[in-house]
T-cell receptor, first 114, second 112 residues
Framework: AQSVTQPDIHITVSEGASLELRCNYSYGATPYLFWYVQSPGQGLQLLLKYFSGDTLVQGIKGFEAEFKRSQSSFNLRKPSVHWSDAAEYFCAVGAHQAGTALIFGKGTTLSVSS | DGGITQSPKYLFRKEGQNVTLSCEQNLNHDAMYWYRQDPGQGLRLIYYSQIVNDFQKGDIAEGYSVSREKKESFPLTVTSAQKNPTAFYLC???????????FGSGTRLTVV
């Protein structure tokens, strides 16, 4: 079955500390992988995406993610978290095919402590 | 600026009534999608459409209906058959050739 697992429901990180959000996927085809961020009551904003090539991808707001095919993982990282990074983060997977619907994980809520 | 507009932002419905949520995009995207979001459930796919006059059911289509008469518009009707319609609804679109979605800002539907 195709699925995305985000093992951590809620993470709290101190401001200035590093962050890693985990994402594991199960997908039959070669995957497109995405990370989105959502502020309360808002839509989702794309942070970064992986289609092919370099397995370390850079995104907006200083985020990066690494695709590890052998581990079926696409973990999101940031070296130094800012209070404004507090939000909900979603990992998603889709196929290399136009119009294919993405499958989303259940999300990880990030809190930032001062 | 190009984007997706969902309206209204908040919607209240009495039990037994149908209600239609609007989604309009000016990105010239071919594909459009409707997701439902509940706390702790992530995003669940309701319906999606790859081209005009064609759409497919997602994982939780029961109690919902859609139409795609124009490329720019993909309205979602929540019918009285939907047993638990209170949720946050998100519309998205994507271009031909795949790629990430662009999301609207969502509609929060509450049944009163």
């Amino acid at each position: 079955a195709q699925s995305v697992t985000q093992p951590d429901i809620h993470i709290t990180v101190s401001e200035g500390a590093s962050l890693e959000l985990r994402c594991n996927y199960s997908y039959g085809a070669t995957p497109y992988l995405f990370w989105y961020v959502q502020s309360p009551g808002q839509g989702l904003q794309l942070l970064l995406k992986y289609f092919s090539g370099d397995t370390l991808v850079q995104g907006i707001k200083g985020f990066e993610a690494e695709f590890k095919r052998s581990q079926s993982s696409f973990n999101l990282r940031k070296p130094s978290v800012h209070w404004s990074d507090a939000a909900e983060y979603f990992c998603a997977v889709g196929a290399h095919q136009a119009g294919t619907a993405l499958i989303f994980g259940k999300g990880t809520t990030l809190s930032v402590s001062s | 600026d190009g984007g997706i507009t969902q309206s209204p932002k908040y919607l209240f419905r009495k039990e037994g009534q149908n209600v239609t949520l609007s989604c309009e995009q000016n990105l010239n995207h071919d594909a459009m999608y409707w997701y439902r979001q509940d706390p702790g459930q992530g995003l669940r796919l309701i319906y999606y459409s790859q081209i005009v006059n064609d759409f497919q059911k997602g994982d939780i289509a029961e109690g919902y209906s859609v139409s795609r008469e124009k490329k720019e518009s993909f309205p979602l009707t929540v019918t009285s058959a939907q047993k638990n319609p209170t949720a946050f609804y998100l519309c998205a679109s994507s271009p031909t050739g795949g790629g990430g979605y662009t999301f609207g800002s969502g509609t929060r539907l509450t049944v009163v």
